[in-house]
Structure formats: structure tokens, C-alpha cells
T-cell receptor, first 111, second 120 residues
Framework: EDQVTQSPEALRLQEGESSSLNCSYT??????LFWYRQDPGKGPEFLFT???AGEEKEKERLKATLTKKESFLHITAPKPEDSATYLC????????????FGKGTKLSVIP | GAVVSQHPSWVICKSGTSVKIECRSL??????MFWYRQFPKQSLMLMAT?????????EQGVEKDKFLINHASLTLSTLTVTSAHPEDSSFYIC????????????????FGPGTRLTVT
């Protein structure tokens, strides 16, 4: 069974204080690992797809990296508008492209 | 691109009634759509996979007779919660799979804004 574990559950940062969110996963065969951002009361917003170990992707203050067992979402000099829940999900080679989600990390950036 | 809409955004209904939620892919054709449920402070749980022109595939523990899914076209899937009860109150979110072959966007799922269902 595919599993995704995210840590920490919640993270409070001062504006400008860089940090990383962790996503550990077990999957029979990885098709892709996805990062989403979810604001309260809204659907997840797509951020990144990572396909293989060693891959990195960047978007503004966010950088996602992937190893064979985990992924990190690095946030550099965060701003209050980066406050949200960040979700990690895996898609296995087997199946109909379903996503298995972690429980998310709730990020709060304090001005 | 890759915009998914849902309607309604919120609905309140009485116990025993049925509610239909629509999910549309606005700028691409989605042969596969997914329906998720999210309880407060929990992550998304997949309910079913909807394929255009065929029966939906339900996850274990999801009652197919209670949660009716229809995927009649490449841009529309509907979820009907039949004989709703208070325990069905939740945030329902759909997603659509971007078909492979679209440059740089293979296999991603794009999510709708969600529908908040409250059953009284």
C-alpha cells in the first residue's frame, strides 16, 4: 500500500526565515511525486511534479527536491502570502493515475 | 490552462434528500476525473475514479449506491449524494487528469475549488 508521511504537521516561521518541509513516501513504483498548495476552503493548487531521484524544480520562493525515499519543499525568505497547507502526493506506476496524499504541513508565516 | 470548476461551491440540504455536484474541465478534455472527500484538518481521501463513458471505480469503503458518479462527456462529471445524512457533511473536491502527451504536463491532476456540503 502506498504511503505518504509529511512533517512537521505545522510550522510557524517569521517572514524571511527559510525552512524545509519533508515528505517521506513508500510506493511500489513511482510514476511521480506532486506538491500542492491548499488555502482554507479551497481546492489544492498544483505546484510541482517530480519524476525521478535527483530532480529539482523551482518556482519563486519554492524549491522541490526528490530522493528515492523523500521529497523536500524548501521555502526561501517566505512572505505572509506563502501561508497555506502544503500537500504532498504520490502517483504509482500501477493503477489509474490516482494520487495518495499526505496529511499536509500547515505553514504560517508571521510578518 | 488546466482549469477545473465545480458547482455549487456550497450547499445545505435536509437529511434524506439528494444533492448533485458538477465538475467541469474548462480548457481541456478529461477522460479521467477523480472525486475526493476532505474532512476538517484531514487530507484528501479518494472516493472514486470516473472514466468517460464507463462505470466509475470506487475505493474500498465507499458506497457506490450512495455516491452516484456519472461521466457523460469529456468535460463533465457529476457526483450525486443520495439520501444524504449529517455524516455525509464534508468538503467534496474533484480533479481532472491532464492526458499524457501534453508537453510538460503529463499525468498531473488539476483540482476544482471544492463543494462544501452541509446536511441538517
Amino acid at each position: 500500500e502506498d504511503q505518504v508521511t509529511q512533517s512537521p504537521e505545522a510550522l510557524r516561521l517569521q517572514e524571511g526565515e527559510s525552512s524545509s518541509l519533508n515528505c517521506s513516501y513508500t510506493v511500489s513504483g513511482l510514476r511521480g511525486l506532486f506538491w500542492y498548495r491548499q488555502d482554507p476552503g479551497k481546492g489544492p493548487e498544483f505546484l510541482f511534479t517530480l519524476y525521478s531521484a535527483g530532480e529539482e524544480k523551482e518556482k519563486e520562493r519554492l524549491k522541490a527536491t526528490l530522493t528515492k525515499k523523500e521529497s523536500f519543499l524548501h521555502i526561501t525568505a517566505p512572505k505572509p502570502e506563502d501561508s497555506a497547507t502544503y500537500l504532498c502526493a504520490v502517483q504509482a506506476v500501477a493503477g489509474s493515475y490516482q494520487l495518495t496524499f499526505g496529511k499536509g504541513t500547515k505553514l504560517s508565516v508571521i510578518p | 490552462g488546466a482549469v477545473v470548476s465545480q458547482h455549487p461551491s456550497w450547499v445545505i440540504c435536509k437529511s434524506g434528500t439528494s444533492v448533485k455536484i458538477e465538475c467541469r474541465s474548462l480548457d481541456f478534455q478529461a477522460t479521467t476525473m477523480f472525486w475526493y472527500r476532505q474532512f476538517p484538518k484531514q487530507s484528501l481521501m479518494l472516493m472514486a475514479t470516473s472514466n468517460e463513458g464507463s462505470k466509475a471505480t470506487y475505493e474500498q469503503g465507499v458506497e457506490k449506491d450512495k455516491f452516484l458518479i456519472n461521466h457523460a462527456s469529456l468535460t463533465l462529471s457529476t457526483l450525486t449524494v443520495t439520501s444524504a445524512h449529517p455524516e455525509d457533511s464534508s468538503f467534496y473536491i474533484c480533479s481532472a487528469r491532464d492526458p499524457p502527451g501534453r508537453e510538460g504536463m503529463a499525468y498531473e491532476q488539476y483540482f476544482g475549488p471544492g463543494t462544501r456540503l452541509t446536511v441538517t
